[in-house]
């Protein structure tokens, strides 16, 4: 029997019913404010001085794709002609013994084909045209790394890298999804 029925009398079902309630709000501030806004999202990009950093911001920004959602992507997901990309994986190291797995996203909804706008195409285009001329290219290497996946750990460091010269709040990897639920 746990202390606070003991102790205290309370019903055990009330008592896990106010705990989850804290922490479904306790999330949500959370998650409030970890967005930039459109501003804030420009005054960041402007600082950034590295072309695949600027890449990686901007695509996820723009597409609010989850870190593991953007870590799988291949060259085959992008379809520059009708200017859109398709969602059907996700990249998981949750699976013991192996440096990474491709999976089924979290949702069937997570499957999606999403538009991208000229400047992102444009960006893309320029960074596939530089990715072709490594030795052995070919349209299953990531799009953001290649033969080695872009993992959240990068995308973290290098948002840290950028923050102060910008002057904006702090985010995590996935604010940069979060603004596109947010608005």
């Not at 999606?112 to 072709?132: S, T």
Request: net charge positive; with cysteine; aromatic share 16%.
């Amino acid at each position: 029997m746990h202390v606070y029925v003991t102790n205290y009398k309370f019903d055990i079902k009330v008592v896990n019913c106010l705990q989850k309630y804290r922490l479904i709000h306790l999330k949500k501030r959370e998650n409030e404010y970890n967005f930039w806004t459109y501003e804030e999202f420009n005054r960041f990009i402007k600082v950034v001085n590295n072309d695949f950093d600027k890449l990686i911001f901007t695509f996820l920004y723009y597409t609010g794709l989850r870190i593991g959602e953007f870590s799988a992507l291949n060259w085959n997901d992008i379809n520059f002609k009708n200017k859109t990309l398709s969602i059907n994986k996700s990249l998981s190291k949750d699976i013991s013994g192996k440096p990474y797995t491709i999976v089924s996203p979290k949702t069937k909804n997570s499957i999606r084909v999403i538009d991208l706008d000229d400047n992102l195409i444009k960006m893309l285009k320029e960074h596939y045209n530089k990715e072709k001329n490594v030795y052995g290219f070919n349209k299953e290497m990531f799009i953001f790394g290649n033969v080695k996946y872009t993992n959240k750990k990068y995308v973290s460091s290098h948002i840290e890298k950028y923050l102060k010269k910008a002057n904006v709040k702090r985010i995590t990897p996935h604010g940069l999804d979060t603004h596109m639920q947010v608005y």
